[in-house]
Structure formats: structure tokens, C-alpha cells
């Protein structure tokens, strides 16, 4: 059974600029959670898709965008970066929405300059 | 108002001594779940269980056992005999359903744990 996959592991990016980060969902899961977490706190949610539509989204400005493709995976997008957007982010999926565990992948450390 | 604490911000212990994560939560919900992670340095979070507001027996799964008590509105986690593999930051979560039924995870802002050798 192949885990929760992201990519890519580390990225470098310049304050204005736009990033897609990448997921692929553990094999039978159809839900996929986003969440960022910055040096030192727990992960904040930032929003969830189910069967490709956007299911719930936590207080995150809406240059934070995401996208659930047919096979389930997701991409997670920020435009207009910031200082404040440097941060590890989790893609985590579960079997669906109901509040099964959430399973994460490794993380996309992302560092604004 | 959902909210999770560990106050705990740090622990240091000797390999073989026990050691227990305390998770205090707050929710408005009768209807609620309870997890716990494991964030090692690599970054991943591993799931280590999950718990439903209804169900208050206490679990234990090896060196591990969790024990929930709503009336303190606590799930405290316990490691038996502590091991370095066991350094790592664990973090408490949340979940209840949200309006829009989403159920997303509240975490604390997590323990780190450093077992010495």
C-alpha cells in the first residue's frame, strides 16, 4: 500500500512570487486535507477536498487555492508569497470525509526570500 | 470554541523511564474525536490513535496506553519504558464535524519528547 506522497521535499521562493505544491493520496482515499505548519507550532488547517470538490476551509486568505483531481490528488497553490508563508506543508488523506484518521505525507518545506 | 493545550512544551528523560504527554481540549460538541501524532525529525506525522467522545476505556497498544477522562476533558498519553527511538515532537488534535462537515484536525502546539540514552 503506497503512502501519502508530496513533492516536491524542499523549495526556494522569492516574496510575489506563485507555488504549486503536489500530493498523491494513499491508495483508497478520496479525501485530502491541507495544513501548514510553521517552525515550532502544531499544523493550522487550511482547507480539505472530497471526491474533487472543496469540503471546508480553515482562516487562510484565498491566494491559498487547491485543486482534487479525478485520481484523487491534489495540488495545493499560493500566490503573491510572503515572508510569512515559509513553513512546512502537510498533505494528509483519509478514506473520506467522516473524520477517518488522516494519514500524512512527509511535507514540502517551503522558504520565502 | 475548539481549542487544544499541551503544556508541556519540552521533556527530558533517561531511556526506561515512563513518561506522560498531557492534552487538555476544549470543544462545544458532544460529538468529538481525539488523536495523537508523532512527528519525528523527518517531518512526517504517524497517526498513533484515535478516540471518540463515547468511548472513555482506556487503550493501551504495547509500550503505549492513552487514557481519556471527559470529566477533565483530558487525553493524557503514556510511554512505558521509554526508548531513544521515542525522541520526537507528539502532537494532540481535535476533530468535531464542522458546518460545512468537514472534519479538520485542531492540533496543540505539540511536546517534544528527547529520551537519552
Known amino acids: 500500500e503506497t503512502g501519502v506522497t508530496q513533492s516536491p521535499t524542499h523549495l526556494i521562493k522569492t516574496r510575489g512570487q506563485q507555488v504549486t505544491l503536489r500530493c498523491s493520496s494513499q491508495?483508497?482515499?478520496?479525501?485530502v486535507s491541507w495544513y501548514q505548519q510553521a517552525l515550532g507550532q502544531g499544523p493550522q488547517f487550511i482547507f480539505q477536498y472530497y471526491r474533487e470538490e472543496e469540503n471546508g476551509r480553515g482562516n487562510f486568505p484565498p491566494r491559498f487555492s487547491g485543486l482534487q483531481f479525478p485520481n484523487y490528488s491534489s495540488e495545493l497553490n499560493v500566490n503573491a508569497l510572503e515572508l510569512d508563508d515559509s513553513a512546512l506543508y502537510l498533505c494528509?488523506?483519509?478514506?473520506?470525509?467522516?473524520?477517518?484518521?488522516?494519514?500524512f505525507g512527509d511535507g514540502t518545506r517551503l522558504s520565502i526570500l | 470554541a475548539q481549542k487544544v493545550t499541551q503544556a508541556q512544551t519540552e521533556i527530558s528523560v533517561v531511556e526506561k523511564e515512563d513518561v506522560t504527554l498531557d492534552c487538555v481540549y476544549e470543544?462545544?460538541?458532544?460529538?468529538?474525536?481525539l488523536f495523537w501524532y508523532k512527528q519525528p525529525p523527518s517531518g512526517e506525522l504517524v497517526f498513533l490513535i484515535r478516540r471518540n467522545s463515547f468511548d472513555e476505556q482506556n487503550e493501551i497498544s504495547g509500550r503505549y496506553s492513552w487514557n481519556f477522562q471527559k470529566s477533565t476533558s483530558s487525553f493524557n498519553f503514556t510511554i512505558t519504558a521509554s526508548q531513544v527511538v521515542d525522541s520526537a515532537v507528539y502532537f494532540c488534535?481535535?476533530?468535531?464535524?464542522?458546518?460545512?462537515?468537514?472534519?479538520?484536525?485542531?492540533f496543540g502546539s505539540g511536546t517534544r519528547l528527547l529520551v537519552r540514552p
Open positions: 491508495s483508497g482515499h478520496n479525501t
Open positions: 470543544t462545544r460538541d458532544t460529538t468529538y474525536y
Open positions: 488534535a481535535l476533530s468535531e464535524a464542522e458546518m460545512d462537515s468537514s472534519y479538520k484536525l485542531i
Open positions: 494528509a488523506s483519509s478514506l473520506d470525509a467522516r473524520n477517518q484518521p488522516q494519514h
